[in-house]
């Protein structure tokens, strides 16, 4: 199961550089940080851009680096004060034995110690200086009051030290700072895979201006895609009609009715290796669609409906065998529904979705959800808990590549077997 710490989509992380030659390790620390899914914006001192260029720190946050408190053009942008609400999180790496002495008296003479002091964020500190300065009666003292007021210090590590000294006083590695703050980030199981989801529902027009369709926002196929995303895939989204954006880095094709998004989920399948079916596909279109708007003339109206393709059962027909998921959304039972579904589709894995009470799925951004799953002829069932769709998707495609990587292994195995019986 993968721990809550790891999953860091979006968190704010101001990164403070001060004046110290473990400098040069901050835009590794902002790089690993933002691996892990953190939103992260530098702030800089003075003495800091003597060992390291701001450029190379914007380069790498992908942000202007913040240098100045009383900057008026950088306060026209996001202002001191707004980053310092903005931030939920304060890393200072690497931290002077001046910096501590500065947060520890609540000095507050240039902006990274101006932004501490105005910020309710969390504050990390990660020292680096020569040792005798680490040993410095006034140096333990400041961090004393620093751990006293609950502020985390991480390291310093020991061993040689750039002054050619031996002691403690050496930055703590980025990786070990980011693995301690963040966790070990979403591991890459889906490298080299491609995922195609469909997301959102479908229109299936009956005139020019009106049509069929079915309640769907579009959140939690977007969240599958993104969490597959984390996990190292390629991923492709069809997507039928919603106002939501999709994510990033992801490829999006739009369809309006269910036969376009099976013509776009057919011509796609051939590069997948797993398709998982979020979309609130309508079940039934209309035979006939009215060229121009139907005229309310008559009291009553009949449309003829006709049965759309079933996507989900097409694709695990479909030959070689992609690892096949569906969602299913059922207003009573759930699960005994889910599990004929899951026979019936002939998929692997079907994440039962109920829609019944006031806290249902629909436009919401959080949801709970039951894995109905098949290994060989036994099934079985995974509760997972509400939470955010994004944290949701992340478990979800973490059962998904569990099973999915399990039915590797013995297709492989299989093989082997078959090549010397
Ligand atoms: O049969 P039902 O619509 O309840 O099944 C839901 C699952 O089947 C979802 O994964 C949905 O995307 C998929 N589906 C489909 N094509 C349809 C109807 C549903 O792919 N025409």
């Given amino acids: ?57 914007q380069a790498v946050s992908g942000h202007p680096v913040f240098q100045h408190a009383l900057d008026a053009e950088a306060e026209s942008g996001m202002g001191h004060i707004e980053l310092a609400r903005w931030a939920e999180m304060i890393v200072v790496a690497p931290a002077t034995a001046n910096f501590m002495a500065k947060a520890a008296h609540g000095e507050a003479d240039d902006l990274l110690s101006t932004l501490v002091l105005a910020s309710e964020a969390d504050l990390v ?14 140096t333990r003292e400041n961090i004393e009051v620093l751990q006293g007021r609950g502020i985390t210090i991480i390291g310093p590590g020991e061993g040689d030290q750039a002054c050619g000294e031996t002691g403690l006083g050496r930055m703590t590695e980025p990786e070990d700072i980011a693995q301690q703050l963040l966790g070990d980030g979403i591991p890459q199981l889906l490298a080299g895979k491609t995922v195609l989801v469909t997301a959102g529902p479908t229109w299936e027009a009956i005139d020019p201006v009106r049509g069929i369709t079915n309640r769907s926002s579009g959140k939690m196929g977007f969240a599958v895609a993104d969490a597959a995303k984390d996990f190292g895939a390629t991923v492709v989204i069809v997507c039928g009609p919603v106002s939501i954006c999709a994510p990033v880095g992801i490829e999006k094709i739009d369809v309006q009715s269910a036969k376009q998004m099976q013509e776009a989920v057919m011509g796609q399948i051939d ?23 139907i005229k309310k003339d008559n009291d009553e109206m009949v449309i003829t409906l006709v049965k759309t393709p079933d996507i989900l059962s ?108």
């Fill in 1 to 57: 199961m993968i721990d809550c710490k790891t999953i860091h989509k979006n968190k704010r992380i101001l990164v403070g550089v001060t004046g110290g030659i473990a400098a040069y390790k901050s835009p590794d620390l902002v790089r690993r940080l933002m691996e892990r899914g953190a939103d992260v914006r530098v702030v800089m001192t003075d003495a800091a851009k003597e060992f390291i260029a701001p450029l190379t720190l």
């Fill in 125 to 138: 500190i990660a020292p680096a200086m020569n040792q005798q300065m680490w040993q410095h009666q006034a």
């Fill in 271 to 293: 590069d997948c290796d797993i398709f998982i079916g979020v979309a609130a596909v309508a079940d039934y279109r209309p035979v006939k669609v009215a060229d121009q708007k």
């Fill in 314 to 421: 097409a694709v695990a027909k479909s030959e070689p065998k992609l690892f096949t998921v569906g969602f299913a959304a059922e207003t009573e039972n759930l699960i005994e529904n889910s599990r004929k579904k899951l026979k019936a589709k002939n998929v692997d894995m079907i994440v039962a979705n109920d829609v019944s009470g006031q806290e249902s799925a629909f436009g919401n951004d959080s949801n709970a959800v039951t894995i109905i799953h098949k290994q060989g002829e036994v099934i079985g069932e995974i509760i997972l808990e509400r939470t955010d769709k994004y944290r949701l998707a992340i478990q979800i495609i973490e059962h998904i590549c569990k099973q999915y990587l399990k039915n590797q292994k013995s297709k492989n195995e299989g093989k082997d077997q078959s090549k010397n019986p």
